[in-house]
Nanobody, 127 residues
Framework: QVQLVESGGGLVQAGGSLRLSCAAS????????MGWFRQAPGKEREFVAA????????YYADSVKGRFTISRDNAKNTVYLQMNSLKPEDTAVYYC????????????????????WGQGTQVTVSS
C-alpha cells in the first residue's frame, strides 16, 4: 500500500517562500517518478513539477520555472518542492503524485498517468 503525505503548506505574503514535503511509504520509492500538481478554486488540476527516479531529470511548468525547485531524498522516501518568489496566482491546493511503474518520459505532465496521490496541502499567497 502506497501512501503519500504532503506537508509544509500555509499562508505567505507575495515574494515569500515555502517548502513543501511529500513523505511516501513504499519500499521501491527510489524507482518512482514523482510529481507535484496544484488545483486552484474553480480550475482544473495542473502540472507544476516532476522529478525522475534518480533526481537527475527535473521538469517544470513554464509558470513556475526559475522560481520553484523539485528535489528528492530517496533515503528518506521524500520529495520536496521549494517555492520562492511566490505570487498570488500560486494560491492552490498542492498535490504530490507518484508513478510507481518506472520512468515517465513524454507523459510526465499528464496527471492521468500518476497512480497514487496525496491528500493535498493548501498554499495561500496574499498580495
Amino acid at each position: 500500500q502506497v501512501q503519500l503525505v504532503e506537508s509544509g503548506g500555509g499562508l505567505v505574503q507575495a515574494g515569500g517562500s515555502l517548502r513543501l514535503s511529500c513523505a511516501a511509504s513504499g519500499r521501491t520509492f527510489s524507482s518512482w517518478t514523482m510529481g507535484w500538481f496544484r488545483q486552484a478554486p474553480g480550475k482544473e488540476r495542473e502540472f507544476v513539477a516532476a522529478i525522475s527516479w534518480s533526481g537527475g531529470r527535473t521538469y517544470y511548468a513554464d509558470s513556475v520555472k526559475g522560481r520553484f525547485t523539485i528535489s528528492r531524498d530517496n533515503a528518506k522516501n521524500t520529495v520536496y518542492l521549494q517555492m520562492n518568489s511566490l505570487k498570488p496566482e500560486d494560491t492552490a491546493v498542492y498535490y504530490c503524485a507518484a508513478y510507481t511503474y518506472g520512468t515517465l518520459y513524454n507523459y510526465i505532465q499528464d496527471l492521468k498517468k500518476y497512480n497514487y496521490w496525496g491528500q493535498g496541502t493548501q498554499v495561500t499567497v496574499s498580495s
